[in-house]
Nanobody
Framework: QVQLVESGGGLVQAGGSLRLSCAAS??????????MGWFRQAPGKEREFVSTSWSGGSTYYADSVKGRFIISRDHAKNTMYLQMNSLKPEDTAVYYC?????????????????WGQGTQVTVSS
């Protein structure tokens, strides 16, 4: 099993920034062969894809966050980050990190089998 713990959420004004962290622990396969991603879920909406990182430093973003959010990973610390800049009220949601074994681009939430508990991000206008 892999345990994921998010942190870094909070309340910020529109135009501000936040950095989310996701610390992975547990099963000892190398983080280099784990694909990890960020998803978010606003009240009354489906959980949606935000960004993903997989082997070799490859990354992919949803169009809604492209150019504003940056995903990164520190393999030595088994930690993934999401730097969120130029935040908008529509970015308000619970943000979840997810992981799975694999070295490809995974965009669907059903592709992931490990999830964190989520961290709330609220952007005020």
């Amino acid at each position: 099993q892999v345990q994921l713990v998010e942190s870094g959420g909070g309340l910020v004004q529109a135009g501000g920034s936040l950095r989310l962290s996701c610390a992975a622990s547990g099963r000892t396969f190398s983080s280099y062969v784990m694909a990890m991603g960020w998803f978010r879920q606003a009240p009354g909406k489906e959980r949606e894809f935000v960004s993903t990182s997989w082997s070799g430093g490859s990354t992919y973003y949803a169009d809604s966050v492209k150019g504003r959010f940056i995903i990164s990973r520190d393999h030595a610390k088994n930690t993934m980050y999401l730097q969120m800049n130029s935040l908008k009220p529509e970015d308000t949601a619970v943000y979840y990190c997810a992981a799975r074994a694999g070295s490809s681009r995974y965009l669907n939430r059903y592709d992931y089998n490990y999830w964190g508990q989520g961290t709330q991000v609220t952007v005020s206008s």
